[in-house]
């Protein structure tokens, strides 16, 4: 699950890759420096959407929401193994 602490480590890796300085980034963006350093550093308990969209606006992101796939765990992978053999063994 994305939480705001992923969010924060990616504007700032790409923050970094586009060679922009918070400082520039936090003004495009209409935001303050101080909020956007405490977001890259996984300090910001709250930040709202509007200031989430915009900072990934300027940097060329968006947001992508998908279903969560169901991926079977360890023992359901065994169960299903042993169940598999089971059925073997009676051909």
Excluded at 53 to 75: F, I, M, W, Y
Aim: aromatic fraction near 2%; charge should be positive.
């Amino acid at each position: 699950m994305v939480d705001l602490t992923f969010i924060g480590q990616q504007i700032a890796e790409r923050r970094r890759n586009l060679k922009l300085s918070q400082v520039a980034l936090a003004r495009k963006a209409l935001i303050s420096r101080a909020t956007l350093e405490a977001l890259e550093n996984g300090r910001a308990s709250e930040l709202g959407f509007s200031r989430i969209t915009k900072l990934l606006a300027v940097l060329g992101l968006e947001l992508k929401l998908q279903a969560n796939s169901h991926r079977p765990t360890l023992d359901e992978l065994l169960s299903e193994d042993r169940d598999d053999q089971s059925l073997d063994r009676r051909r």
